[in-house]
């Protein structure tokens, strides 16, 4: 067990300070976020390149050194080190929170493995933004990032997301939006709701909202520009997978189960263990209900 009084309580080390920066607006960094980075001893960037700009617009005088995926494995010792001889450092990605999609996650075990505060600041953060207007039910979601680029291994983790029926959010390439969307036409059916946003916060920002077939026809015929968040709805219940292996549709399977001496209740149970569906949902498709 871990226990962290963030603010108060004696304290020899530093502390890390994962600091959110804008998605596109500059006008998104927060009055806290730019006092912690000019209060700083050292801020830790995805990009120093791209850190920089953010800095001389806000006229902060900081040193930085870079944290990527590349180099984590020698720069997190560096970075603990820092902060165990009572620096302060800040951790920024390019763009939104730290460790989402982006680098930060090792930084932060390794604080946490030495007692070492870490500290969050609330910000931007592109999924979150992305889902409250997107029109999706804004809860429960699921949060999962970039798919696999390869089609087959796109296909798996989608199959195993098929069941979910939280609102799924994933970040995409807008070259690559197209055929992620026919990926998952294929796999998820063409009827889901989904949204795509892209240049979130920006002047260009866009929504499309329509069902998975309609983004596929709209973008035969139109490029996207650029970062994208694709938001798709869960399933709803009136997706059910048939175990083709049993042969027959999901009521001809209750009645198949009855004709050999089940109640219907008990038929009803065993053909949904049989199918990885809900009781309720053969219940409703075997009386013939309407899907409430």
Same mark, same amino acid.
């Given at each position: ?19 959110? /920066? ?32 953010? *800095? ?64 969050? *600041? ?38 195993? *997301?098929?069941?979910?029926?939280? /609102? *799924? ?31 979130? /916060? ?19 015929? /139109? ?70």
């Amino acid at each position: 067990m871990n226990k962290q009084k963030s603010f108060k309580g004696a304290q020899t080390s530093g502390t890390l300070y994962l600091v959110p /920066t804008p998605i596109g607006n500059l006008e998104d960094m927060t009055f806290r976020a730019v006092k912690t980075l000019q209060s700083a001893d050292l801020i830790a960037s995805e990009d120093t390149r791209n850190t920089q700009k953010l *800095l001389n617009h806000f006229d902060i005088q900081v040193p930085q050194k870079s944290l990527h995926e590349h180099n984590y494995k020698e720069r997190v010792p560096q970075l603990v080190e820092q902060l165990l001889t009572g620096q302060t450092i800040a951790q920024v990605s390019d763009a939104g929170m730290p460790s989402i999609s982006d680098p930060g996650h090792e930084l932060v075990l390794a604080c946490i493995e030495k007692d070492i505060p870490v500290v969050s *600041l609330p910000g931007p953060t592109a999924g979150m933004t992305a889902l409250i207007a997107s029109g999706l039910l804004p809860q429960p979601f699921l949060f999962y990032g970039f798919l696999p680029r390869k089609k087959k291994e796109q296909q798996t983790a989608l199959t195993a *997301l098929k069941s979910q029926e939280s /609102t *799924l959010i994933f970040y995409e390439s807008p070259y690559r939006v197209a055929a992620t969307l026919k990926n998952m036409q294929e796999v998820l059916g063409g009827q889901r709701k989904a949204v795509v946003c892209r240049e979130l /916060t920006k002047i260009h920002e866009e929504y499309l909202r329509g069902t998975i077939d309609e983004l596929i026809d709209y973008l035969e015929t /139109t490029e996207l520009k650029g970062e994208c968040c694709l938001l798709v709805s869960g399933n709803d219940g009136t997706e059910l997978e048939i175990n083709e292996s049993i042969g027959g549709s999901l009521k001809e399977q209750v009645q198949a189960k009855i004709d050999q001496g089940l109640s219907s209740k008990a038929a009803i149970k065993e053909v949904a263990v049989l199918n990885s569906v809900k009781k309720q949902e053969v219940y409703r498709v075997y009386h013939e209900l309407e899907n409430e």
